[in-house]
């Protein structure tokens, strides 16, 4: 897993970069954590558009090591103001490990639909 896949919502720009050497070790809850402590305002509104929603495989997926289909999915609580991370089973991280990403951020935010 060699690159990061950044999706900014309000520019509506997809752009794939190289991990950063700070990263190379990391995976799952440990990059979301780290993700959001180093690119997010602590006191940015957590539902507003500079939070950020991070999805990351564990380190061991995309391996054959039994049981290493975790993935994490991190930002900046609405509930706390803290960081939260959600953790689940499956092969999703699998499939994103496979495919090479580290991690997917989102973020930004999409403007209004005019009614």
């Known amino acids: ?22 990263y190379a070790s990391l995976g799952g809850r440990a990059l979301t954590s780290q993700v ?24 061991l997926s995309g391996t054959s090591a039994p049981s290493s289909g975790r993935f994490s999915v991190g930002a900046k609580s609405p509930l706390t103001g803290g960081i939260k991370e959600a ?10 490990a496979n495919l090479g990403y580290k991690a997917i951020v989102v973020e930004g935010q999409p403007a209004d639909k005019e009614k």
């Open 1 to 22: 897993m060699d690159k990061i896949l950044r999706i900014n919502m309000s520019s509506k720009e997809i752009k794939v970069e190289d991990v950063p050497e700070k």
């Open 36 to 59: 959001v402590l180093d690119e997010v305002d602590p006191t940015c509104e957590p539902l507003g558009p500079l939070n950020k929603l991070i999805f990351a495989p564990g380190l």
């Open 87 to 96: 953790n689940a089973g499956g092969v999703a991280s699998q499939k994103m």
